[in-house]
């Protein structure tokens, strides 16, 4: 009697956290994420045989690191965010949400690229040739080392790449593109890994610069598999509020630099700009002093940025005061209310209470306490802060105000661009020979009553004054910025 061979069962594999399951699933049943659970097929049995090697190993001193050298892309503020430039070969992707600029950005830094005479190749996969040209045309970008396709198929892609032979490589965007020789529409897992291996290991072979446009999910997080950013040396993240011109570039993940520090872009109506110094943005003019208002410093990565906060308080018209904050914290703020009331004797209960900063700055770091409890307390008593002064540090639950990092730096910005007064959490180290008047604190109590003993200045900071100036075109502003 012949018998019957039992064929082998298909098996799924999870890309994210490789979970496997004999049925295909949409979602994930141990890391729960949907869309990553592809065909894995069997599991071969044989073992790698060994195999040349490419090239043979050496010791680590006596590797070449010439062709490895970071070279500057032409926005600085890219490069200080990539730790001094785009290292050749080196692979980037740039993720943010939709209409945030980063199209925009890299046609730019794709311009800057092109204008130092290195060629550049910029493929689209979302626009077609002619839109992206009316886009150049309006930004300045235009220049005959800059080269543009349009194109979705991954082999069309490798083609131009060994036709022009570029220095640069920019791809908007890596979901866009697809592989024929691979099952699944593009965007979809299995042809972002395939799409993003090739371009790599072009990249690599080629010592080509790559940036790759990634599109973000609902929660901010970078579209496709998760191995995508393994894969990739630098990972971009591109920030905006729709409300305000400031763009905000940050590093996730960098092989060959720091990933504290960001840069900082003005998205204008002919282009985007790079902000060096984008510290007035967070902070209004006032002709004269106003209750309610404080200065405080945040940290931004590496880069310390004066920020405004400003507080409103009015008799509540209903039985449940508001409280309504933007750009803050709303646990904190509540937190910051309720050390007034209980500590300062501030009856607050009474009272709607509005918070907000300036400029669309979001301020999530525990030193803005200190500001936040000022500028309500001065918005509910009616006593002007100095416009020269700023307030840094931490509030507690018990009424002290706690010490803050990196203090020095926060200072050293605040004297260079003109406020002459500042409270500090006691005990902090700060550098001396600082063009200011430093208060220490205890606690908050002792905060406000210093404030009656700083004397409030008729002029305003000198940086700020220039704030209101016109602003300049475009092609100023980057002449400006050239070194």
């Not at 500590?343 to 030193?367: I, M, N, Q, R, W």
Request: aromatic share 4%; hydrophobic share 40%; net charge neutral.
């Amino acid at each position: 009697m012949a018998t019957t061979t039992k064929a082998a069962r298909p098996s799924y594999k999870c890309a994210e956290c490789g979970w496997t399951t004999t049925k295909w699933v949409g979602r994930c049943g141990e890391c729960q994420a949907w869309g990553t659970v592809d065909l894995a097929g069997a599991k071969s049995t044989g073992r790698t045989k060994a195999s040349a090697v490419s090239h043979p190993a050496q010791p680590i001193t006596s590797v070449d690191i010439t062709k490895s050298q970071s070279t500057t892309s032409g926005v600085r503020e890219l490069d200080r965010v990539l730790g001094g430039g785009v290292v050749p070969g080196a692979v980037l992707l740039l993720a943010g949400e939709p209409g945030v600029g980063k199209s925009t950005l890299l046609l730019e830094v794709a311009s800057q690229w092109a204008h130092s005479g290195a060629r550049t190749l910029y493929i689209s996969g979302e626009e077609s040739a002619a839109q992206v040209r009316l886009r150049a045309e309006r930004t300045g970008a235009l220049h005959d080392e800059l080269y543009l396709a349009a194109e979705t198929d991954l082999g069309a892609v490798l083609t131009h790449i060994d036709q022009v032979k570029p220095t640069l490589l920019i791809i908007d965007s890596v979901q866009t593109i697809g592989s024929a020789d691979v099952e699944g529409v593009p965007g979809g897992v299995t042809q972002v890994r395939e799409v993003a291996s090739s371009i790599i290991q072009t990249a690599k072979r080629e010592n080509i610069a790559t940036l790759l446009v990634g599109h973000v999910t609902k929660d901010g997080s970078v579209a496709g598999p998760r191995a995508l950013e393994h894969l990739v040396d630098v990972v971009l993240q591109f920030e905006g509020d729709r409300n305000s011109r400031l763009r905000l570039l940050r590093a996730v993940k960098n092989r060959y630099g720091p990933v504290d520090e960001i840069g900082c872009f003005d998205l204008v109506d002919d282009g985007i700009v790079e902000v060096p110094d984008p510290t007035g943005l967070f902070v209004s003019r006032h002709e004269k002093p106003v209750a309610g208002t404080c200065v405080t410093v945040t940290m931004e990565g590496r880069r310390p940025l004066l920020a405004e906060v400003q507080s409103l308080s009015v008799p509540a018209s209903t039985p449940s005061p508001r409280r309504t904050t933007s750009g803050l914290e709303s646990s904190r703020v509540a937190m910051i209310l309720a050390v007034l009331t209980k500590h300062c004797k501030l009856p607050l209960g009474a009272f709607d209470v509005y918070t907000a900063t300036v400029g669309g700055a979001k301020l999530v770091e525990p030193s803005v306490d200190l500001a936040v409890l000022i500028a309500t307390a001065s918005a509910h008593t009616e006593k002007v802060v100095p416009t020269d002064l700023i307030a840094i540090g931490e509030v507690g639950l018990a009424g002290e105000v706690r010490k803050v990092s990196n203090l020095a730096a926060r200072l050293r910005e605040a004297s260079r661009i003109g406020f002459s007064q500042a409270i500090v959490p006691a005990g902090s180290d700060y550098p001396g020979g600082l063009r200011m008047s430093i208060t220490e604190v205890h606690d908050v109590i002792t905060a406000l009553k210093a404030l009656d003993g700083a004397k409030s200045s008729n002029g305003i900071p000198p940086y700020l004054q220039v704030i209101a100036s016109p602003r300049l075109a475009v092609s100023e502003r980057r002449a400006l910025h050239k070194p």
